[in-house]
């Protein structure tokens, strides 16, 4: 548990301008340099195309490419590809789960963590880019750094409502198609989604030179399982349900749940994804000033 400490008052920060404040609050005190990019510097030498979209500064077409694939194609600079960030959210049902009605539920921990972490980069310069995903891709926000893109993203965030399975490859064949290179993939899900394929395709993101980072977001009654009485658990993905004695089953579930989190921390470690383990009771700060921390030591 987290020692009598408040988690930013859940209670009070439970309805839409909460996220906002919520987030406001996390990061006064983590204000710190997220990432120094060796990208990073005041060129104008011409790094990369990407495919034109809507607000796109139209004297920046690459008439040439356009001729030659038939597609608009924007000029990007060194200068304008320091970091980019694609935040994508697991918004399906089982994320909608919390052990204790006082706590955050996983889907709005980990939008407060994603929207805390937009908020830093864009305060110093960079692109948040957003991806929602449940049993397919339900919302995109292209990647943005001017400080007017936050409030759109944060209201999404916040509006956010857990349904459906889980499908997370969807989300990374999204950020797969999308991400110019060297892109920041930042996943916050339960990883409750079984398919080998999404394993691989995280794999694949980091051999892009894709930087990916995992936060495993599990509520403490997951992480502990405190049952002791007969109890009906329900299916937050579908209509199935167990009823079961929690004393009788807890020694079997806690085995099963040690394999998988072992299984889940190596394929990452051999993928080269970092694996953040996220309880939803802790405070926010606890997450990401050692996340920040790790990605200064790294980029020094």
């Not at 034109?52 to 038939?70: E, H, L, N, Q």
């Not at 339900?138 to 916040?158: E, F, G, Q, Y």
């Not at 970092?274 to 050692?290: A, G, N, Q, T």
């Amino acid at each position: 548990m987290n020692g009598g400490r408040p988690l930013l008052d859940p209670v009070v920060l439970a309805r839409l301008a909460t996220l906002h404040l919520r987030v406001r609050a996390i990061t006064e005190g983590v204000l710190t340099g997220l990432h120094k990019s060796p990208h990073h510097g005041q060129s104008v030498e011409f790094a990369e195309h990407k495919e034109y979209a809507p607000g796109d500064d139209v004297r920046r077409i690459d008439w040439k490419a356009y001729g030659k694939f038939d597609k608009y194609y924007v000029k990007q600079f060194e200068q304008e590809t320091n970091l980019r960030a694609f935040l994508v959210v697991d918004a399906s049902g089982s994320m909608g789960y919390r052990g204790q009605p006082e706590r955050l539920t996983k889907l709005e921990y980990a939008s407060a963590l994603a929207a805390s972490l937009a908020y830093l980069l864009v305060r110093q310069g960079d692109a948040a880019g957003l991806v929602v995903v449940a049993d397919r891709v339900v919302k995109t926000i292209p990647a943005r750094a001017a400080a007017s893109h936050l409030p759109a993203l944060v209201d999404t965030l916040a509006a956010l409502a857990p349904k459906g399975p889980t499908r997370l490859a969807a989300a990374v064949d999204h950020v797969l198609e999308h991400a110019p290179r060297r892109s920041s993939v930042l996943v916050f899900s339960d990883l409750f989604d079984a398919e080998e394929q999404v394993s691989r395709q995280l794999a694949l993101l980091r051999r892009r030179k894709h930087e990916v980072t995992l936060f495993h977001v599990l509520d403490p009654h997951e992480l502990d399982f405190p049952f002791e009485d007969p109890t009906l658990f329900l299916s937050m993905e579908d209509a199935r349900e167990v009823e079961a004695n929690g004393r009788d089953v807890r020694k079997g579930y806690l085995e099963v749940l040690r394999r998988w989190l072992e299984g889940t921390r190596r394929a990452a470690a051999e993928a080269d994804l970092e694996h953040v383990l996220c309880r939803s009771d802790r405070p926010l700060d606890e997450v990401l000033l050692p996340f920040l921390a790790r990605r200064e030591r790294r980029a020094a």
